[in-house]
């Protein structure tokens, strides 16, 4: 399975291949790569036909949309997807179905999504697949991450080119927002493309940040970190990253007082709580790492994010760490069944863990 960066460099070398399947759970990603694909068949500035089918439902249809037109039409795409998380579509499969004949609305029916076709379907998939006209269609399947032992996964490593759309980490992160960033022509200081790509944040959400920071920042100057928590409230963990490291210098009035920033943009302790969770996660994962290991980082832990959490953990035993896991899970479950004030609960420990004190 292809990285999308590599397959996109690919496109610039040639056209694309006649199927392509686009795995994977980032959004973004596969509407990058399926743009830059039809550009890449139709013709720059001049983006040909194109139609999507949804879900298992939309395999009767797709021998017949992919011999539409004659040998002298136009070169087209053909997306067959699965459907929207938690959504019906209209129709016999086109997104954007109307009305039948007579001015009869087409029955709503629930779309399946393409990981769970039968054999049946499996057998109709691939008999369309090798009628596929080569010279004037190509065809675009996009899924969810499929398990190696599932019928499509095997049938379309045989017959396609499968690209990875799985949510990028480590340095292929790092590449894709400083792509992102320079199709935007933003220019980022160091800790700001660091924190954006050690965050949780979707790359299509960080997309519209860095064309909001394009935008603020000075001619020829670069977008700040303090731009960042302005212009979007998408992403708390910067700030919950300042908690952290007020509570590693021992200062409680700090660290409250970036906690009552982040309350000030809007943010409920909903959305606190598990940010807060997972950064003392990070600390927990590293102490225990290096703990068994005597050095090193363990894999997935984004290096700027180890490079934060190292500072943290220098003064912590793993027995306290685990204590304060425990206190924020106690004020998570509080603040979804109305035990005890989880606002209350949360300056309790901030104070708590910057004096060194716990329960």
């Excluded at 399947?21 to 194109?50: F, M, N, Q, Y």
């Excluded at 029916?109 to 990981?115: A, F, V």
């Excluded at 709580?273 to 980082?297: D, V």
């Amino acid at each position: 399975m292809i990285d999308p960066l590599a397959f996109l460099r690919k496109l610039k070398e040639g056209p694309p291949p006649p199927v392509t399947h686009l795995s994977g759970e980032d959004a973004w990603i596969k509407e990058t790569v399926r743009a830059r694909l039809i550009a890449s068949w139709s013709g720059e500035g001049t983006p040909g036909p194109s139609e999507r089918l949804i879900g298992t439902e939309a395999l009767g249809e797709l021998p017949a949309a992919l011999e539409a037109g004659s040998l002298f039409s136009e070169r087209r795409v053909i997306q067959l997807s699965d459907p929207p998380p938690g959504k019906k579509k209209r129709g016999a499969g086109s997104s954007d179905a109307g009305e039948a004949p007579g001015g009869d609305k087409r029955a709503r029916i629930e779309r399946t999504p393409l990981s769970m076709m039968g054999k049946n379907q499996i057998k109709t998939l691939e008999e369309a697949l090798e009628r596929l006209p080569r010279e004037r269609v190509r065809l675009v399947i996009e899924t969810s991450s499929l398990k190696k032992t599932n019928l499509l996964d095997k049938l379309l490593f045989r017959k396609a080119e499968q690209v990875n759309c799985s949510p990028p980490k480590g340095v292929a992160r790092d590449k894709w927002i400083d792509l992102i960033a320079k199709r935007r022509g933003a220019r980022l200081e160091p800790g700001l493309a660091e924190q954006m790509a050690a965050s949780s944040a979707p790359l299509g959400v960080l997309s519209a940040d860095l064309e909001k920071l394009a935008l603020a920042a000075p001619e020829e100057g670069e977008a700040t970190l303090e731009d960042w928590r302005e212009l979007s409230q998408a992403d708390p963990e910067a700030t919950v990253w300042e908690i952290g490291d007020r509570l590693g210098e021992g200062r409680t009035d700090a660290a409250l007082a970036a906690l009552k920033t982040l309350e000030t943009q809007g943010l409920s302790i909903h959305a606190i709580l598990p940010s807060l969770l997972s950064w003392n996660q990070n600390r927990l994962l590293l102490k225990s790492f290096r703990q068994r290991s005597g050095g090193g980082t363990p894999e997935g832990l984004h290096p700027f994010v180890a490079g934060k959490t190292e500072k943290q953990i220098s003064g912590k035993t793993l027995a306290e760490l685990r204590r304060e896991q425990r206190d924020l899970l106690h004020a998570d479950r509080c603040s979804k069944q109305s035990w005890e004030d989880p606002e209350i609960l949360l300056e309790k420990f901030l104070v708590e863990a910057a004096s060194g004190r716990g329960r």
